[in-house]
């Protein structure tokens, strides 16, 4: 096993736009003081953006320039990373690996509530149906540190940062460094 030269670890949340990520990040960082990085967020803060991409109405992700600026930060642990994708992240980055998923009736009226329409929305509605997130991550990463985590009621929200905190304790108490 490799050993661990983070003083926390990386977690990596992912899964189709609407399944409640950002959400769950947001309490995550309220209850642990980990740093929520929301890819979308820094991508555009620092310029990581290449063209824009008219038929999904969003701009295209420049991936070395964000991988690039992102890696001290990664380097040093403590982070919650919350994208709709996974496979471009190094695997040295992460700790472990949550994949949220909801049914498809929750999903869709969360994507039109969001404005999405047309290929948009039915491609991100396949996405989850084909489970391509899930997917993508379990072949990215060692099997063992991907979980799915259903992510449909304010239930499953809570249940969610339990089982996250869970986790994170567990970390701890097997990754404690004597020296600084």
């Known amino acids: 096993?490799?050993?661990?030269?983070?003083?926390?670890?990386?977690?990596?949340?992912?899964?189709?736009?609407?399944?409640?990520?950002?959400?769950?990040?947001?309490?995550?960082?309220?209850?642990?003081?980990?740093?929520?990085?929301?890819?979308?967020?820094?991508?555009?803060?620092?310029?990581?953006?290449?063209?824009?991409?008219?038929?999904?109405?969003?701009?295209?992700?420049?991936?070395?320039?964000?991988l690039d600026g992102l890696e001290e930060t990664m380097s040093h642990g403590g982070n919650i990373v919350d994208y709709h994708s996974s496979e471009f992240f190094p695997e040295r980055w992460f700790d472990i690996v949550f994949v949220l998923r909801t049914d498809n009736t929750t999903l869709y009226d969360r994507l039109i509530?969001?404005?999405?329409?047309?290929?948009?929305?039915?491609?991100?509605?396949?996405?989850?149906?084909?489970?391509?997130?899930?997917?993508?991550?379990?072949?990215?990463?060692k099997h063992e540190i991907v979980h799915e985590l259903n992510s449909t009621s304010p239930e499953n929200m809570e249940s969610n940062v339990q089982s996250i905190c869970s986790w994170l304790q567990n970390w701890f108490s097997q990754n404690t460094q004597t020296a600084l």
Request: with cysteine.
């Open 113 to 141: 509530a969001r404005g999405y329409t047309g290929k948009k929305l039915e491609d991100n509605v396949d996405c989850e149906i084909f489970q391509t997130i899930l997917e993508e991550a379990k072949n990215s990463y």
């Open 1 to 66: 096993m490799q050993a661990i030269k983070r003083k926390a670890p990386n977690i990596l949340i992912t899964g189709t736009p609407g399944v409640g990520k950002s959400t769950l990040c947001t309490k995550l960082a309220e209850v642990t003081g980990l740093e929520w990085i929301e890819i979308s967020k820094v991508a555009k803060d620092n310029n990581c953006l290449e063209e824009f991409d008219a038929v999904y109405n969003c701009p295209v992700l420049d991936e070395d320039k964000l």
